[in-house]
C-alpha cells in the first residue's frame, strides 16, 4: 500500500470506522482515539495490507483495540471502586428506548455485540462481517441470531432495567 491508496482508505473508511467505536464504546473521545490508532497502525503496516482488503484490516483492528481497551478499562474501574468510598447515588432514571437498547448492547458479548453493530447499523453482509472478525459466515449467523435473542429477551424481561 503506497501514500495514495493509505489516504484513500482515510477518506473512504474513517466516518464508517468512527461510527462503529462510537456504538461499541459510547465515548467520542474513545471513539476518535481508537480510529487513530487503527489508522496509525494502518500506516506502520501499509507494506503488509493489500489494499483491496484493507476494510476488514482496518475493521477487524479497530474490534480488537476495542476489546483491549474494554478490558483494561473495566480493571481500573474494578481497582477505584474498591479504593474510592461508595457514594449513595439515586437510581430512579426514566429510561428511553435509545438507552434501553443501549443497555442491550451492553449486555451482549464483544463478538456479538460487534457483529450486531457491523450488521446492523454498518450494513456489512455475512461474509464481510466473517472477513473483519475472521469468522465463519455460519459462524456469523449464529452469532447474530444468539445475540438478537438475548435482546429480544431482555427487552421482553425488562431485566436490564432493574
Known amino acids: 500500500m503506497n501514500r495514495k491508496?493509505?489516504?484513500i482508505a482515510v477518506k473512504e473508511f474513517s466516518g464508517?470506522?468512527?461510527g462503529f467505536a462510537l456504538k461499541y464504546l459510547q465515548n467520542k473521545e474513545d471513539a476518535s482515539d481508537i480510529v487513530q490508532d487503527v489508522f496509525e497502525k494502518l500506516?506502520?503496516?501499509?507494506?503488509?495490507?493489500?489494499?483491496a482488503k484493507v476494510k476488514a484490516w482496518l475493521f477487524t483492528c479497530?474490534?480488537?483495540a476495542m476489546i483491549n481497551y474494554i478490558k483494561k478499562r473495566s480493571k481500573l474501574m474494578y481497582v477505584e471502586h474498591m479504593t474510592s468510598p461508595e457514594t449513595a447515588e439515586s437510581h430512579t432514571k426514566t429510561y428511553e428506548m435509545k438507552e434501553v437498547i443501549e443497555k442491550c448492547l451492553a449486555q451482549l458479548p464483544p463478538v456479538q455485540k460487534s457483529i450486531i453493530l457491523l450488521r446492523d447499523l454498518e450494513g456489512y453482509n455475512y461474509k464481510e462481517i466473517g472477513?473483519?472478525?475472521?469468522l465463519s459466515e455460519a459462524q456469523v449467523k449464529v452469532y447474530l441470531f444468539r445475540a438478537r435473542n438475548k435482546i429480544k429477551k431482555q427487552l421482553k424481561d425488562l431485566t436490564?432495567?432493574?
Open 5 to 7: 491508496e493509505y489516504n
Open 16 to 18: 464508517r470506522l468512527y
Open 43 to 51: 500506516w506502520k503496516n501499509r507494506k503488509k495490507v493489500e489494499p
Open 62 to 64: 479497530a474490534h480488537n
Open 131 to 134: 472477513e473483519i472478525l475472521e
Open 160 to 162: 436490564i432495567l432493574v
